[in-house]
């Protein structure tokens, strides 16, 4: 197939992918884009076929076959509450072939004489330095989400200066590529120095800060993608990878608003260090908590007219989201008006929460945005919080010295009454103090989200 | 087309990729957040053309072989897992699944 036709029909994939994402503005339509999407990569890979000079085609199938298998694989059997690991890890091994893509580059050129045009050697040092902070990052990501390695933030002195020499130290050997040093062996460096870079860049970051660095990769995979387009002159790409590489910068800035975090503090900042001296502020000024019993709480829901769940972390550890849908059921067929306040932070990547509960087949008209949820909270008589901490703190209200001062949170603290399903008194990830446990409007059902929302549902039943 | 007014073709695309990103992608809700990320996610996977062109190349050495090979294998995960994992999610999200009361 020729120059022009190849690139004709690589158009066709990029206005695919396009609809694809015009198409999720609306949940109505957004499986049907998913698909266009996914026929228009199917023509991509049918023209890359047929292109004049291509070889291998069994090992290229080969190839195909494998990893397609995998990833259909890993798909299909991957829980919902998995997926913000599953995100990562398909996310990792993108920017993995955009690293390699680039060094097979790299080597094809090297013998010509003369050095690489400077464009070219540049897109080639970029989508290899950020093809690889991306995979070895998204593979740290998916170990701390896996819980295969602490979710805490693991921090050590100089850290800082450690990771600075390391990029400096990348970005020479790019410069120095770029320039038309002619050393295969920089190249490696390159790509292997950038991957500890991304492993020491990833582990500091806490859990509660995944939905930052889950975007953030994303978006280097992108842009990982759009250079390795450069490279090989090839529009599909470029539009591509850029698409990607905007999308994950936009839920980048999106996430560290919901968080009023400025990116640099969500990356650099190692957040769970607080920990120590939040918690020694906690036992100083504790005041008193008042415990529920299922019954007590079951009649609190049973005779209210409006009831609005606050889905956290918690919900997607415990696995609760299909057991807090029963519950919402039983309390509507009493009549009661039964919503999901959702905060854009809540869980471990953008959105997951909704995800949880779609699984659970909440109606989505029912999952409420903060901006939605906030005044409702007033008119609310009962809110019940499943496994969220920071999202529902006044703290971040009101009280300056508290480390997530000025993140906007779900007012719950406006509802009649509250109910905080929890584990125990331990300060949640973050390890920040939570005054709302102390309200008097607040009642605490201690235990396991999953049990205590089973034992409500039989309570509920009897009440 | 000479390299540079090609290079200069590409940097256009790029910079109206930009926008048209930004533009289509403040359109989605929170609410589809995650499929947004898993589906952009599908889409980068779009470096398994890449990935063919290099694994394709005539004459190559061992190291070309290898490395192109890998890069399918990941690339093609990536392209499958992505499309998969979206499909799966957007199926979820429904109004209602049955009459309002």
């Given at each position: 197939?020729?120059y ?15 609809l694809?994402?015009?198409f999720?503005s609306?949940?109505a ?11 228009g990569?199917l023509?991509a ?7 004049s000079?291509l ?17 259909a694989?890993a798909?299909r ?7 913000p690991q ?6 990792g ?17 090297l ?11 540049l897109?080639?040092v970029?989508?290899a330095l950020i ?23 693991i921090?050590?002195?100089?850290q800082?200066?450690v990771?600075?020499a ?12 770029v ?23 990833v582990?500091?970051?806490?859990g ?5 660095v889950?975007?953030l990769l ?5 842009l990982a993608a759009?250079a390795?387009?450069?490279e ?9 990878g850029?698409?990607?590489?905007a999308?994950?910068s936009?839920?980048?800035?999106m ?5 009023n ?7 650099f ?12 502020v906690?036992a100083?000024d ?7 019993t299922?019954?007590?709480?079951a ?7 409006k009831v ?6 918690g ?6 989201q299909?057991?807090v849908?029963?519950?919402a059921d039983?309390?509507e ?5 039964v ?13 997951h ?15 409420k945005?903060m901006d939605?949820?906030?005044p ?6 009962v809110?019940?919080?499943?496994g969220?901490n ?5 703290d971040?209200?009101s ?6 001062y ?5 007012n ?5 009454a509250?109910v905080?399903?929890?584990?125990s ?15 008097p ?7 396991d989200a ?7 549902i039989?309570?509920v039943?009897?009440? | 087309?000479?390299h540079?007014t090609l290079?200069v ?24 957040h995650?499929?947004?990320?898993s ?9 398994i053309?890449g ?21 399918v ?18 199926e979820m999200?429904?109004k209602?699944d049955?009459?309002?009361?």
């Amino acid at each position: 197939m020729g120059y022009n036709l190849t690139n004709l029909l690589y158009l066709v994939t990029i206005v695919t992918f396009i609809l694809a994402l015009r198409f999720l503005s609306s949940p109505a339509h957004a499986r049907r884009g998913n698909q266009i999407g996914a026929a228009g990569m199917l023509v991509a890979i049918a023209v890359t076929f047929a292109r004049s000079g291509l070889t291998s085609y069994w090992v290229i199938a080969l190839g195909m076959l494998i990893g397609g298998g995998f990833g259909a694989f890993a798909a299909r059997r991957v829980k919902m509450t998995a997926m913000p690991q599953m995100v990562a890890l398909f996310n990792g091994v993108g920017g993995g072939a955009a690293a390699l893509v680039s060094l097979a580059e790299l080597h094809r050129i090297l013998p010509e004489p003369g050095t690489p045009k400077v464009d070219i050697g540049l897109a080639i040092v970029l989508s290899a330095l950020i093809g690889s902070i991306s995979f070895a990052g998204s593979m740290i990501a998916f170990a701390k989400l896996q819980e295969l390695i602490g979710g805490r933030p693991i921090t050590y002195a100089g850290q800082q200066f450690v990771n600075a020499a390391l990029f400096l130290g990348c970005a020479a050997a790019g410069i120095a590529l770029v320039a038309g040093v002619q050393h295969e062996w920089l190249l490696w460096a390159l790509v292997g120095g950038a991957a500890i870079f991304g492993i020491l860049f990833v582990l500091p970051i806490g859990g509660a800060d995944m939905p930052v660095v889950i975007s953030l990769l994303n978006a280097f995979t992108g842009l990982a993608a759009a250079a390795t387009g450069f490279e090989l002159e090839s529009n599909v790409l470029i539009v591509s990878g850029m698409l990607v590489g905007a999308s994950g910068s936009l839920l980048t800035m999106m996430m560290g608003r919901a968080m009023n975090r400025s990116i640099t503090n969500v990356l650099f900042g190692a957040f769970g260090k607080v920990t120590a001296e939040a918690a020694a502020v906690a036992a100083g000024d504790g005041g008193n908590v008042r415990s529920a019993t299922p019954e007590d709480v079951a009649v609190m829901l049973a005779y209210a007219h409006k009831v609005v769940f606050v889905p956290g972390y918690g919900l997607a550890v415990a696995q609760a989201q299909h057991d807090v849908r029963q519950l919402a059921d039983l309390l509507e067929s009493k009549g009661v008006e039964v919503s999901y306040a959702i905060h854009p932070v809540a869980g471990r990547m953008p959105g997951h929460m909704n995800v949880l509960l779609a699984e659970a087949n909440v109606p989505y008209t029912q999952l409420k945005e903060m901006d939605e949820a906030n005044p409702e909270f007033s008119r609310t008589d009962v809110a019940v919080v499943v496994g969220a901490n920071d999202v529902v703190n006044p703290d971040a209200r009101s009280n300056k010295g508290s480390p997530i001062y000025g993140m906007p949170i779900l007012n719950v603290d406006n509802a009649q009454a509250v109910v905080v399903l929890k584990r125990s008194m331990n300060p949640g990830f973050a390890g920040i103090d939570n005054p709302l446990f102390y309200n008097p409007k607040t009642v605490m059902l201690f235990g396991d989200a999953k049990e205590s929302i089973v034992k409500l549902i039989q309570a509920v039943k009897t009440a | 087309m000479s390299h540079n007014t090609l290079l200069v073709f590409e940097v256009t695309i790029l910079v109206l990729a930009i926008f048209l990103g930004i533009e289509v992608i403040s359109k989605v809700p929170a609410l589809l957040h995650t499929p947004l990320m898993s589906g952009t996610n599908a889409i980068h996977g779009i470096v398994i053309v890449g990935a063919m062109v290099v694994l394709g190349l005539p004459h190559k050495g061992p190291f070309t072989w290898i490395i192109g090979f890998v890069a399918v294998v990941l690339a093609s995960a990536n392209v499958v897992g992505g499309f998969v994992v979206t499909d799966r999610m957007l199926e979820m999200f429904k109004k209602r699944d049955k009459p309002e009361k």
